[in-house]
C-alpha cells in the first residue's frame, strides 16, 4: 500500500509496525514513543500521527485529537484533516468544517479527500449549495479522482440540479471520450431536462462522440432533436445540427434511421404545414436536404432524393451539382411504394386545412374526387361514347331502372354506387345537394357538378365496381369539360354501334381521351338497337378487336344474355387491371388532382384579391347608406314627435278654451237655484254644492264626451300617418335587402303604442270626479259682505226678497274666471300628463327600426374594418399566401419526381 493510501485510509501506522506484526499497535506505538523519547529523539510526529490514527480506529476521538495537535512537517496538514474527521465523528459538524478550511497543501489528493469531506459534511448540514460548489471545484481540479464523478452525478441527479448535472455529462464524455456518459446525457436530454440550453452547447460533445461511438452519436442527436421540435430554438438545432454534419468526414449512410425520419419529419412540417415562410427556409432548407441525403437509410432515401430535387428545382441557391446528382442517381434505383398515394392524401389534407384558416376552400367536388381515388374498395368503370352509340341503352341494360330516363343525350355526368338505402346528390364547387329523386337536384346550377346515384343495384353490389357516366360527345369536338371526371377511371368502356363502327368523330373522342389519360386501359360497348342481324354484330365485333387487340369487346345487343354481359365486364374491368396497377394510376390521379387544387386555390386568391375591393366598396357604401337611414329616421322621430305633440295640444287647448267659456257661464246660470224662500244664512254653502254639482255634471256629459271622440279621431289620425311610416319603413327594407341580396333587415314600428294610447284614453274619459271647488266660499270683499248680510238679515222673513234679489245679482255678475281656471287645471292634468310622455312612446314606436340599423351598422362597420385589414394585408404581406403555395408546390413536386423516376413496383 503507498504512503498516500495509507494515510487516506488511516493507516499511516501500519509503517511503524515492520518486525512487530504480531504486536498491538496501540502498545507497539506505546513502546515505541517511550524508547524516542529516552533516546531523545525530538518532536516524535510520526509517532504522535500513527497513535492518532490508531485511537480514531478505536473511536477514541479525544485521544486522537490531543495526538494530533501540534504535528508539523510533512504529516501536519494531514493531521489538520484528521482532526477534522474526528469532530465530524463527533457531530461537531462545525469544528470539523474549520479544521478542512484550514487545510493548506499543495498536495493534489489530499486537497481531494478534504473536498470529499466538506462535501459529506455540507449535505449533512443542509448546505446543498456549498456541497455543489465544493464537488464542482474537486472536479475540476482533480477529475480523475476515484469516485468524485459518480458522486456529483449523484448528489445533482437527487437535488434535481439538471445544469449542473448536465454540464458533468458534458464534460466528462469529452474529457474521457465516454460513451457510457454520453448514454447519461442522452437520458437527461430524452426527460427533457436540457430543453433551456441552447443548441451550439452541445455541438462540441456531439462532435467528440461522432469520433467516439457513431451509435450512440445517433442517439444523442436524435434526443436533441426531439427535445428542441417545435421549441423557439428548433431553426437554431437545424442549422447548428446541419453545419456539424458538415464538417463531420466520411459521414456514413443508412446507420440512423430514425434521423432520418426527423429529416423527413421536418421537411414535411416546413412545407406543408403553412407555418413557414420562404425567407426563414432559405438558410436551412439546402443544408437540411443535402445532409437527409447523405445519411438517409433506404426506406427515406427515395423521399430525401425526390425532396432534394423539388427543392432545388424552385430554389437552386445552396445545393451542390454533386447532391443533385446523387439525388438523381438514388431515385433510378428507388421504388414506388404503396405509401405514395398515402403521401398524397395527406398533402391534400394538408392544403385544406390550410385553406380553410385562409378563407378559401377546395370545394366539395375535389373532396368528391378525392374521397373516390382513396375508395379502394370498388374499382370505378367510366362510360363514354358519341350521341346515337347507344350507351344510354347498354347502360340501362346494366343498371336497370337506377339509370334515369333522361340521362340519355343530356349534358349531365351521373356516377353510380352501391348502397342498399337509395340517395340522389348533386356535387358541385359550392356544395352537394342532396334529394330523393333526380328532379329535387336537378334545379340546382350543374355547372361542372356531377349528379351521384347511391342504389341498390346488384351487379354494382357484386361486382365491386362503381360506374361514372360522362356526357354523350357531340360531333367532333370533345372538350376538356367532356373528359374532366375521366381521371376517376380504372378503366373506360367506350360505346360504338355496330352499324355506323368507328366514325370519323369517334376515331378523335378515343385520340382524346388517348391523349388525356395515357395507359388508361379502353374497352368497348358494342350495341346493336335495330333488328337483329348476328352477322354484323359479329363482324363490327372482329373490326374493333382487330383494331383494338387489347381492349376487350362486349357486345351488348337487343336481348342479352345479362349474366355474360355482367360477367364480361367484370372480366374486362377486374381481371385485365391488376390491383397494383389501380393503386398506381390512382397515385397519378391523385397529383393531378392536388395540382388541380392548388390552380383553383391560385384562382380563389386572384378573385379573392379582386373582390375584397369590391367588398370594401359595397361594404362603404352599406355603411353610408345605413348612416343615411339613422339620420332620417331620427329626422322622422323628431317631426313625428313635434306633429303630434302638436295635434294633441290643439285639441286639449281648444278643450280647454271651450271650458274657460263654459263654466263661468254654467256658475252664473246656477243663480236659478235661488229662491226667496232660501235660508240665506247658509244659502252660499248649499249654492256652491250645487255650483259643483253643475261642475261635474258638466265635465263627465258635456266636455269629456266631446274630449273622448276627438282624441280618438286623434289617435285613427296618427295611426294612419305611423302605418305610412311603416311602409316607408318596408320600403327601405325592401331596398337594403335586395340591394344587398339577403333578407337580413325588417323594420317592424311598435303599434303598441296605440292601443296604449287608446287604453289611457279611454281610462281618462271615462269618468271624473272633481273634487270640491270653493266657487262662493272664498275670502273675497264682495263675499264677505255678502255672506256676513245673510247671516244678519236672513233670521228675519221681510228681508228674503231683497236678499235673494242681492245674491241672485251677485251669482250672475260674478267673474269665475279664476274657478274656471282652477278646474281646469285639475280636470286637464291627467291630459297634460300624458302629452308629456307622447316624445317617449314615439321613440318605442322607433326603437326597433333604431336598434336594427345601429346593430346593422355596427356589424357592417366591423365586417368593413376586418376587409379593410384583409385588403392591407394582402397587399403588405403576399408572402402569407404564396409562400405556402410555394412550398406545397414543391411538396407535389415531390411526389411527382417520386412517381415518375425509378423502376415502379407497379
Given at each position: 500500500m503507498n504512503l498516500e493510501k495509507m494515510l487516506i485510509e488511516k493507516m499511516y501506522y501500519e509503517r511503524l509496525m515492520e518486525g512487530h506484526e504480531g504486536g498491538y499497535p496501540a502498545a507497539v506505538l506505546a513502546e515505541a514513543f517511550l524508547a524516542a523519547i529516552q533516546k531523545g529523539e525530538a518532536g516524535l510526529p510520526e509517532i504522535r500521527f500513527a497513535q492518532g490514527e490508531v485511537y480514531f480506529s478505536f473511536r477514541d476521538y479525544e485521544s486522537a485529537i490531543f495526538k494530533w495537535e501540534g504535528i508539523d512537517g510533512a504529516l501536519g496538514q494531514w493531521a489538520i484533516k484528521n482532526t477534522g474527521d474526528a469532530y465530524y465523528e463527533l457531530g461537531q459538524l462545525a469544528k470539523a468544517e474549520d479544521f478542512y478550511k484550514s487545510v493548506s497543501s499543495e498536495n493534489r489528493t489530499l486537497r481531494a479527500e478534504v473536498a470529499l469531506q466538506l462535501f459529506s459534511l455540507y449535505i449533512e448540514r443542509g448546505k446543498e449549495d456549498a456541497a455543489s460548489q465544493t464537488i464542482k471545484g474537486l472536479i475540476e481540479e482533480n477529475p480523475d479522482y476515484p469516485d468524485a464523478t459518480i458522486l456529483a452525478r449523484k448528489f445533482f441527479e437527487g437535488r434535481e440540479d439538471w445544469d449542473s448535472a448536465t454540464e458533468l455529462a458534458v464534460d466528462e464524455t469529452v474529457r474521457i471520450k465516454s460513451a457510457d456518459w454520453a448514454g447519461v446525457l442522452t437520458g437527461y436530454v430524452e426527460r427533457g431536462v436540457t430543453v433551456n440550453r441552447e443548441p451550439s452547447y452541445f455541438k462540441h460533445v456531439l462532435k467528440t462522440l461522432y469520433e467516439v461511438d457513431?451509435?450512440?452519436?445517433?442517439?444523442?442527436?436524435?434526443?436533441?432533436?426531439?427535445?428542441?421540435?417545435?421549441?423557439?430554438?428548433?431553426?437554431?438545432?437545424?442549422?447548428?445540427?446541419?453545419?456539424?454534419?458538415?464538417?463531420?468526414?466520411?459521414?456514413?449512410?443508412?446507420?440512423?434511421?430514425?434521423?432520418?425520419?426527423?429529416?423527413?419529419?421536418?421537411?414535411?412540417?416546413?412545407?406543408?404545414?403553412?407555418?413557414?415562410?420562404?425567407?426563414?427556409?432559405?438558410?436551412?432548407?439546402?443544408?437540411?436536404?443535402?445532409?437527409?441525403?447523405?445519411?438517409?437509410?433506404?426506406?427515406?432515401?427515395?423521399?430525401?432524393?425526390?425532396?432534394?430535387?423539388?427543392?432545388?428545382?424552385?430554389?437552386?441557391?445552396?445545393?451542390?451539382?454533386?447532391?443533385?446528382?446523387?439525388?438523381?442517381?438514388?431515385?433510378?434505383?428507388?421504388?414506388?411504394?404503396?405509401?405514395?398515394?398515402?403521401?398524397?392524401?395527406?398533402?391534400?389534407?394538408?392544403?385544406?386545412?390550410?385553406?380553410?384558416?385562409?378563407?378559401?376552400?377546395?370545394?366539395?367536388?375535389?373532396?368528391?374526387?378525392?374521397?373516390?381515388?382513396?375508395?379502394?374498395?370498388?374499382?370505378?368503370?367510366?362510360?363514354?361514347?358519341?350521341?346515337?352509340?347507344?350507351?344510354?341503352?347498354?347502360?340501362?341494360?346494366?343498371?336497370?331502372?337506377?339509370?334515369?330516363?333522361?340521362?340519355?343525350?343530356?349534358?349531365?355526368?351521373?356516377?353510380?354506387?352501391?348502397?342498399?338505402?337509395?340517395?340522389?346528390?348533386?356535387?358541385?364547387?359550392?356544395?352537394?345537394?342532396?334529394?330523393?329523386?333526380?328532379?329535387?337536384?336537378?334545379?340546382?346550377?350543374?355547372?361542372?357538378?356531377?349528379?351521384?346515384?347511391?342504389?341498390?343495384?346488384?351487379?354494382?353490389?357484386?361486382?365491386?365496381?362503381?360506374?361514372?357516366?360522362?356526357?354523350?360527345?357531340?360531333?367532333?369536338?370533345?372538350?376538356?369539360?367532356?373528359?374532366e371526371y375521366i381521371h376517376l377511371a380504372d378503366s373506360l368502356f367506350f360505346a360504338v354501334d355496330s352499324a355506323a363502327l368507328l366514325t370519323t368523330p369517334e376515331r378523335i373522342a378515343l385520340a382524346r381521351i388517348r391523349e388525356q389519360a395515357p395507359g388508361l386501359p379502353v374497352h368497348f360497348l358494342l350495341t346493336q338497337q335495330g333488328e337483329p342481324d348476328p352477322n354484323e354484330f359479329e363482324q363490327a365485333a372482329m373490326v374493333l378487336k382487330n383494331s383494338f387487340p387489347e381492349s376487350?369487346?362486349?357486345?351488348?345487343?337487343?336481348?342479352?344474355?345479362?349474366?355474360?354481359?355482367?360477367?364480361?365486364?367484370?372480366?374486362?374491368?377486374?381481371?385485365?387491371?391488376?390491383?397494383?396497377?389501380?393503386?398506381?394510376?390512382?397515385?397519378?390521379?391523385?397529383?393531378?388532382?392536388?395540382?388541380?387544387?392548388?390552380?383553383?386555390?391560385?384562382?380563389?386568391?386572384?378573385?379573392?384579391?379582386?373582390?375584397?375591393?369590391?367588398?370594401?366598396?359595397?361594404?362603404?357604401q352599406m355603411s353610408a347608406k345605413l348612416t343615411g337611414a339613422m339620420n332620417q329616421l331620427d329626422d322622422i322621430e323628431a317631426e313625428r314627435i313635434e306633429k303630434v305633440r302638436k295635434s294633441y295640444r290643439q285639441i286639449i287647448d281648444e278643450a280647454k278654451a271651450e271650458a274657460l267659456v263654459d263654466i263661468p257661464a254654467l256658475l252664473k246660470g246656477s243663480a236659478d237655484f235661488l229662491k226667496e224662500t232660501s235660508d240665506f244664512r247658509t244659502v252660499h254653502f248649499e249654492m256652491n254644492d250645487e255650483m259643483n254639482r253643475r261642475l261635474n255634471v258638466y265635465l263627465n256629459d258635456t266636455l269629456l264626451p266631446k274630449l273622448r271622440s276627438s282624441l280618438a279621431g286623434w289617435i285613427e289620425e296618427i295611426g294612419g300617418e305611423l302605418d305610412v311610416i311603416q311602409e316607408f319603413f318596408d320600403e327601405m327594407s325592401e331596398s337594403f335587402n335586395s340591394l344587398y341580396g339577403n333578407?337580413?333587415?325588417?323594420?317592424?314600428?311598435?303599434?303598441?303604442?296605440?292601443?296604449?294610447?287608446?287604453?289611457?284614453?279611454?281610462?281618462?274619459?271615462?269618468?271624473?270626479?272633481?273634487?270640491?271647488?270653493?266657487?262662493?266660499?272664498?275670502?273675497?270683499?264682495?263675499?264677505?259682505?255678502?255672506?256676513?248680510?245673510?247671516?244678519?238679515?236672513?233670521?228675519?222673513?221681510?228681508?228674503?226678497?231683497?236678499?235673494?234679489?242681492?245674491?241672485?245679482?251677485?251669482?250672475?255678475?260674478?267673474?269665475?274666471?279664476?274657478?274656471?281656471?282652477?278646474?281646469?287645471?285639475?280636470?286637464f292634468l291627467q291630459f297634460d300628463m300624458f302629452e308629456k310622455a307622447i316624445g317617449n312612446d314615439i321613440s318605442l314606436f322607433f326603437k326597433n327600426p333604431r336598434t336594427v340599423l345601429a346593430e346593422t351598422l355596427s356589424d357592417t362597420e366591423d365586417k368593413l374594418a376586418d376587409s379593410r385589414g384583409l385588403a392591407a394585408d394582402m397587399k403588405k404581406n403576399p408572402e402569407k399566401f404564396h409562400d405556402p403555395m410555394s412550398l406545397f408546390t414543391i411538396r407535389l413536386r415531390q411526389l411527382e419526381w417520386l412517381d415518375m423516376t425509378g423502376e415502379k413496383l407497379f
Open positions: 457513431q451509435k450512440q452519436f445517433g442517439l444523442l442527436a436524435v434526443e436533441l432533436w426531439r427535445s428542441y421540435k417545435g421549441r423557439e430554438s428548433y431553426f437554431s438545432w437545424i442549422t447548428g445540427w446541419d453545419q456539424l454534419l458538415g464538417e463531420l468526414e466520411d459521414v456514413p449512410s443508412g446507420i440512423w434511421p430514425e434521423l432520418s425520419i426527423l429529416y423527413k419529419e421536418a421537411y414535411l412540417d416546413f412545407t406543408t404545414s403553412g407555418n413557414y415562410s420562404i425567407s426563414s427556409l432559405a438558410p436551412i432548407m439546402p443544408p437540411l436536404l443535402s445532409n437527409w441525403l447523405a445519411i438517409a437509410d433506404p426506406t427515406t432515401l427515395g423521399l430525401a432524393a425526390s425532396a432534394l430535387l423539388a427543392w432545388s428545382g424552385k430554389f437552386p441557391a445552396g445545393i451542390s451539382q454533386n447532391s443533385i446528382e446523387t439525388a438523381e442517381k438514388a431515385l433510378t434505383y428507388s421504388s414506388r411504394t404503396e405509401n405514395d398515394f398515402a403521401e398524397g392524401l395527406a398533402l391534400l389534407s394538408e392544403i385544406a386545412s390550410w385553406a380553410q384558416s385562409r378563407g378559401l376552400k377546395i370545394g366539395p367536388r375535389l373532396e368528391w374526387i378525392a374521397g373516390e381515388l382513396a375508395n379502394f374498395r370498388t374499382r370505378h368503370i367510366v362510360t363514354a361514347g358519341m350521341e346515337g352509340s347507344g350507351k344510354a341503352w347498354a347502360l340501362r341494360m346494366i343498371l336497370g331502372e337506377s339509370y334515369p330516363e333522361e340521362a340519355g343525350g343530356s349534358r349531365k355526368t351521373f356516377a353510380f354506387h352501391y348502397q342498399d338505402e337509395a340517395a340522389i346528390g348533386l356535387v358541385t364547387d359550392e356544395g352537394i345537394v342532396k334529394g330523393d329523386v333526380l328532379e329535387e337536384v336537378e334545379e340546382e346550377n350543374s355547372s361542372n357538378g356531377i349528379f351521384t346515384f347511391s342504389m341498390p343495384i346488384p351487379f354494382l353490389r357484386d361486382s365491386g365496381l362503381s360506374l361514372i357516366d360522362l356526357p354523350e360527345f357531340s360531333g367532333e369536338d370533345v372538350g376538356f369539360e367532356d373528359l376487350e369487346v362486349i357486345k351488348v345487343g337487343p336481348a342479352p344474355n345479362k349474366d355474360r354481359l355482367f360477367e364480361s365486364i367484370v372480366k374486362a374491368a377486374v381481371i385485365g387491371t391488376p390491383e397494383r396497377s389501380i393503386l398506381g394510376n390512382r397515385t397519378d390521379k391523385l397529383l393531378l388532382l392536388i395540382r388541380k387544387t392548388l390552380d383553383h386555390l391560385l384562382l380563389q386568391r386572384m378573385e379573392q384579391e379582386t373582390g375584397i375591393q369590391e367588398i370594401i366598396e359595397n361594404r362603404e333578407n337580413w333587415i325588417k323594420l317592424d314600428c311598435d303599434f303598441r303604442i296605440l292601443e296604449d294610447w287608446k287604453r289611457d284614453i279611454d281610462r281618462m274619459g271615462t269618468r271624473y270626479q272633481l273634487d270640491k271647488v270653493n266657487v262662493l266660499l272664498r275670502r273675497t270683499p264682495s263675499q264677505i259682505l255678502l255672506k256676513g248680510a245673510g247671516k244678519l238679515l236672513g233670521a228675519l222673513p221681510q228681508n228674503n226678497a231683497m236678499l235673494y234679489n242681492r245674491y241672485k245679482a251677485f251669482v250672475e255678475g260674478e267673474d269665475y274666471t279664476d274657478a274656471a281656471r282652477q278646474v281646469n287645471s285639475r280636470f
